[in-house]
């Protein structure tokens, strides 16, 4: 059974810098595409960005100035540091798993989330 | 960027009623890759189905999907009481690479 958990810093103020971490309990983790994608307030999904065992990374253009996603293999592990941070990136962060290209890399399992709020 | 949309914003039914839920994108999916997820108050969204059709593990059968190209349906034949969420639909494959739509509320009547 596939699970993913994740944390890292619930509170953070402007100009600061988002860190979350999700670690890939059972299944193959070099096998996998892996995501971020993030839920504003009371509204949908944005997809943040992605990368696999050999840190291939790709990024939502719109965030993509301020991201990076990195992998630690060993640990299964893959994180996401979003810089310079204000208001408007409160959300709830989830890590997801993407599932294989015949499926259409459909997001199959999701980490718990995380709250991460801005404020002064 | 392809651009999803989901109407109707809300649907209000009842239990053991038909849903049908419907995602339209501004242009054509690639190869069907478009999914359905249900989110409840307070969880990670689910996945339902994939590449259009296809149902996820351990997903019920009266959830279903059908379409191609920019249009897109998710029926649930008879509604649960665990059925009631929101649920979005998401597309692979044009710059982002996951776009999600807005989402349909389905709450009780």
């Known amino acids: 059974q596939v699970q993913l958990q994740q944390w890292g810093a619930g509170l953070l103020k402007p100009s600061e810098t988002l860190s979350l971490t999700c670690t890939v309990y059972?299944?193959?983790?070099?096998?996998?595409?892996w995501s971020w994608i993030r839920q504003l307030p009371g509204k949908g999904l944005e997809w943040i960005g992605e990368i696999n065992h050999s840190g291939n990374t790709n990024y939502n253009p719109s965030l993509k100035s301020r991201v990076t996603i990195s992998v630690d293999t060993s640990e299964k592990q893959f994180s996401l540091k979003l810089s310079s941070v204000t208001a408007a990136d409160t959300a709830v962060y989830y890590c997801?798993?993407?599932?294989?290209?015949?499926?259409?890399?459909?997001?199959?399992?999701w980490g718990q989330g995380t709250l991460v709020t801005v404020s002064s | 960027e392809i651009v999803l949309t989901q109407s109707p914003g809300t649907l209000s039914l009842s239990p053991g009623e038909r849903a049908t839920l419907s995602c339209r994108a501004s242009q054509s999916v690639s190869n069907s890759y478009l999914a359905w997820y249900q989110q409840k108050p307070g969880q990670a969204p689910r996945l339902l189905i994939y590449?259009?059709?296809s149902r996820a593990t351990g997903i019920p059968d009266r959830f279903s999907g059908s379409g191609s190209g920019t249009d897109f349906t998710l029926t649930v034949s008879r509604l649960e009481p665990e059925d009631f969420a929101v649920y979005y639909c998401q597309q692979y494959g044009s710059s982002p690479l996951f776009t999600f739509g807005p989402g349909t509320k389905v709450d009780f009547k």
């Open positions: 059972g299944g193959s983790f070099s096998a996998f595409y």
């Open positions: 997801a798993r993407e599932r294989d290209a015949n499926s259409g890399y459909p997001l199959d399992y």
């Open positions: 590449g259009a059709t």
